[in-house]
């Protein structure tokens, strides 16, 4: 159920950011932001997986090994995508 | 085509020719109607060999006398009074660490011991177990059916019992036939004979020459409690595989004799034949640093047991899942092994560590008399840390394992990288050396699944 869930919320997302959303991502910032949701999920399943298997410290670590480059990917993308939104409205 | 058929004939007629001519291109292009090979259905990178990657030189091997390893022979190769002297030490270190408390060696831990090793009904038999009803009692035919159909049903049924994989190798006088034992743990010689019917003596044990076919399977251990090893309670889990063991392999028989076939079973603990060769050519898995199987759905967390037939199966493949390549980088074993009995060659050799080692194929071979020295030393029972310390070790639910797998298969270049990730993720820091890698006391906490394993996790990689 929960990735159905986050299925269903980052496909909504996406769909919004390439039809009908106000800022249109260039193709660098599609890359950047796909890899790093791919490295969040990725991290998030390590993690809940490893608490399952009784391995918290493995958990631990693989949330963080690749989380954290997946949230800077995503922050990357979103960075990139605001600044230049507000350079083009001002 | 015969005249005057009705409908319903006249179908099958037609069904006879199309299966006829279905049979036309394959005799035009020379293929031989020999029997299919057998899929356990892995996934795709898992590849299937006609040989495995364990060398064999068929001329070397020779039928094995079970006495001679260091499970029975340890004489052989230790003097008597050096044997006592162990015995008497391990049973001292036992008592000690009973009337201390030490954890792993408490009373709550020798207790559930005991009771995996001996408790319920646990019975092993050669012959079949007893007069079984089948299709003479039932006044129907033995079943038949085509050896691929066989080695479903026989798959089938076994994994309902408790095996883990079933596998298949069809025995050849000149190589895999070697792989039975000469004499079995109890002294008897096991002799292949051209006969009818098995046959049980004070002294010997006879297999017909028409039970050509070993069924080879692996029952489950538990990763959580092998990793409170080397300790009592560590040692748990491979005593319940054991007589879990037992209680399939009667069941096996029994089903065997149902279809109107034989089922010639172990007598004993690790009787009838070596496991991880046939094992290994079962496609079970591969063969290990630790000397030792080494499978791609529970890596070293199982033991392997086996039984004959003379109900014609089709064989199973050998497999390469990229685990013996792994071993040549990984030796993480070795670096675990307190009793410095496994080898840290970069290559498996032909040269044998001693008579406890059968010769014949290139492995990585154990030093056992070093290993038995530590164990009754230092632990009072089994030891197992080579199992627990392995990387594939792990329950697949993480990602990242299943990753590690499929690149152990498929990108070896990557096998030490991925060996040092497994020291960072799951090796404790700093490692206690020769100490269990979990704590034994929380292990009494832990609300673990039946028998402390996975059952679903073959289900879930054949699907």
Known sequence: ?90 | MPENLTRREFIGELGKLGAAASLVPMVAAGESMETKAFSLGRPGWIKELDEPLTEVDWQQVARYNERHTTRRGFNLYVEQERIDQLGELSSELLSDNLKNDVPGYTLKDRALQRAARGGGASRQFFLDPEKVQGPDTWGVPKWTGTPEEASQLVSAAMRHMGAATVGFVELQTETTEKFIYSVDPDGKELRIEDVELPEETEEYRVIPKKARYAIVYTVQMSEETMARCPTVLGSLTTSLTYTRSQNIQERAQTFLNGLGYMGLAESSTNALGISPALGVYAGLGELSRYNRLLTPEYGPMVRVFKLLTDLPLAPTKPIDAGLYKFCHECKKCAEACPGKSLSFDDEPSWETRGGWNNPGHRAWFEDSVLCRFYQRTYTGTNCGLCFSACPFATKNLASFNRVRNYMAATVPAFDSTFKKMDDLLYTNFPLEFGKPQKDCEEWWTLNLPDYGIDTVQTVRETT
């Open chain 1, 1 to 90: 159920m929960f990735w159905l869930i986050v299925g269903l919320v980052l496909g909504a997302a996406i769909f919004w950011l390439a039809t009908g959303g106000k800022i249109k991502l260039t193709w660098y910032e599609w890359v950047l932001g796909i890899l790093g949701i791919i490295l969040i999920l990725f991290a998030i399943q390590n993690y809940g997986a490893s608490q399952v298997e009784l391995e918290a410290k493995a958990g631990g670590l693989l949330l963080l090994v690749f989380g954290l480059p997946g949230l800077i990917f995503a922050a990357i993308a979103g960075v990139l995508a605001f600044l230049r939104g507000k350079k083009e409205t001002a």
